[in-house]
């Protein structure tokens, strides 16, 4: 089946460094979505996106979907404590509502 | 709108017993999706609810099993507990669905099996 796979698993970085998470699909996906989940919370939405190459911003989040629609990438800028926490990313799965990716957890060391 | 959702929060329970949690949609939202999250395996799809019809399992044996009121609100029963169902169970809903629906998570009814 579908199967969605983020690296890194693990991110701990000093506070105003940067961040990334990848996010690769074995499949074509009509549109990528990802999610935030703080510790002790939920997933919570952040962003969808849907063309090819599209590239998306949410303050000092940066989102892209990648040509052939097989990849995405979350960056983020100078990363601040409030940034701790998971993030998914999650596709259209055919037979469930969406395939999630195993997350990246992300530390900020202050 | 209020948010999903989901009780109890918490449960405790022994092996051999079975649970029931609850869920509360967001109005207006039909579909709803159950999923379980456990540290080492992430985010596992269970089932999804729309119109009171089970649109979709995921490779859960038949311990877990759920299903859809009218008003949308759905349950999800868990029978002979085994100590591996121990995880953080989430309820999410959204609209009708559409290709890959955005899900909107309540807070998790968190399940440790003794």
């Known amino acids: 089946g579908q199967q969605v796979m983020q690296i890194p698993q693990y991110q701990h970085v000093q506070e105003g460094e940067d961040f990334t998470t990848y996010c690769n699909s074995s499949t074509t996906l009509s549109n990528i979505q990802w999610y935030k989940q703080r510790p002790g919370g939920h997933p919570v939405f952040l962003i969808q996106l849907v063309k090819s190459g599209e590239v998306k911003k949410q303050k000092r989040l940066t989102f892209q979907f990648g040509e052939a629609k097989k990849n995405s990438s979350l960056h983020i800028t100078a990363t601040q404590t409030t940034d701790v926490g998971t993030y998914f990313c999650?596709?259209?799965?055919?037979?469930?509502?969406?395939?999630f990716g195993k997350g990246t957890r992300l530390s900020v060391i202050a | 709108k209020a948010g999903v959702t989901q009780t109890p929060r918490y449960l405790i329970k022994t092996r051999g017993q079975q649970v029931t949690l609850s869920c509360s949609p967001i109005s207006g939202h039909r579909s709803v999706s159950w999923y379980q999250q456990t540290p080492g395996q992430g985010l596992q799809f269970l089932f999804e609810?729309?119109?009171?019809?089970?649109?979709n399992k995921g490779n859960f044996p038949g311990r877990f099993s759920g299903r859809q009121f009218s008003n949308s609100r759905s349950e999800m029963n868990v029978s002979t507990l085994e100590l591996g169902d121990s995880a953080l169970y989430l309820c999410a809903s959204s609209l009708p669905r559409e290709d890959g629906d955005t899900q909107y998570f309540g807070p998790g009814t968190r399940l440790t099996v003794l």
């Open positions: 609810y729309f119109s009171e019809t089970q649109r």
């Open positions: 999650a596709g259209p799965g055919g037979n469930t509502p969406l395939v």
